[in-house]
């Protein structure tokens, strides 16, 4: 396995949420950037994604922000990144995301998380690239739809390794393990 050098991180852009997920955000910022990595990420001023990107960029992890046009129009760009990558709507933000990045992280978040989770799992099952994301289960937030995904596989639906497609971190110490791992 290759060691990782960049992280796709998928999280919330809400602000109504418990503060507790903040402080889960900005732990998995501070691993980044005391790993030397780099944080690929959505880029936006808001929610997960800015307490994740503050976090990583105060521990010295280089910030590349992944965004569409409309969200500079809107004024909602982060002013911590090194690198602004603009695309043109929100699928291709995932496809560069997911390029570039060796792993991809899933933190807790609502539609926009679960699309991107399941953009870069489906693409996997096709083979356009071989990269998991981890799921940072948190107080087992995603626990419920790990249920589902796992009855999906028993019923034949999902014929992947399921570790092949999702790894799952239920704290900071195992997140660590899995990006030690390697890609
Ligand atoms: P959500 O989980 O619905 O809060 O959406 C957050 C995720 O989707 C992030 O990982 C972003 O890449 C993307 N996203 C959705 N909405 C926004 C937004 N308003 N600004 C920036 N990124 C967003």
């Known amino acids: 396995m290759a060691a990782i050098r960049s992280v796709g991180v ?105 699309d991107e989770i399941f953009h870069v799992a489906a693409a996997l099952t096709i083979g356009y690239h071989s990269k998991r994301v981890i799921l940072y289960n948190v107080n087992g937030f995603w626990d419920k739809m790990l249920e589902f995904l796992q009855g999906l596989q028993q019923q034949g639906f999902i014929r992947a390794r399921f570790d092949a497609l999702f790894g799952v971190a239920n704290n900071i110490r195992e997140l660590d393990a899995l990006l030690d791992e390697g890609c």
Do not use: H, W
Not at 13 to 39: C, H, M, P, W, Y
Not at 78 to 96: A, F, G, H, I, Y
């Open 10 to 114: 998928f999280c919330a852009a809400s602000e109504s949420i418990d503060k507790a997920f903040v402080e889960q955000a900005r732990l998995v910022g501070s691993l980044i950037g005391n790993k030397g990595l780099t944080l690929v990420y959505g880029g936006a001023a808001a929610g997960l994604m800015e307490a994740t990107a503050a976090a990583a960029k105060e521990c010295g992890a280089r910030i590349v922000g992944v965004f569409p046009q409309v969200l500079i129009e809107r004024n909602r760009v982060s002013t911590l990144l090194d690198e602004r990558v603009v695309t043109q709507n929100l699928s291709d933000r995932k496809d560069n995301i997911l390029s570039r990045s060796d792993v991809l992280v899933a933190l807790p978040g609502g539609v926009g998380t679960v």
